[in-house]
């Protein structure tokens, strides 16, 4: 797994987000790191994290579940 921090502020945001879907070209201009957030998504994509739909994504419903467990 590549880029920890990357994908961590790209799922943060998805998940602020949520349910709306995010521009991907809006997500890597907000972190500034074009190719490592085009990286970052497609792990994430990859296991289930996020969907990606054209150019927007969204945290997956899993993303969503796991984030309101709240674990200590």
Known sequence: ????????????????AHPKSLAVPAIAR?????????????????????ERDGDSVRASAAAVRFDGLELP
């Open 1 to 16: 797994m590549h880029d920890q921090p990357t994908q961590r502020a790209v799922l943060g945001l998805l998940l602020e």
């Open 30 to 50: 907000q972190l500034g790191a074009g190719k490592a957030v085009e990286r970052a998504m497609a792990e994430l994509v990859g296991v289930g994290l996020i």
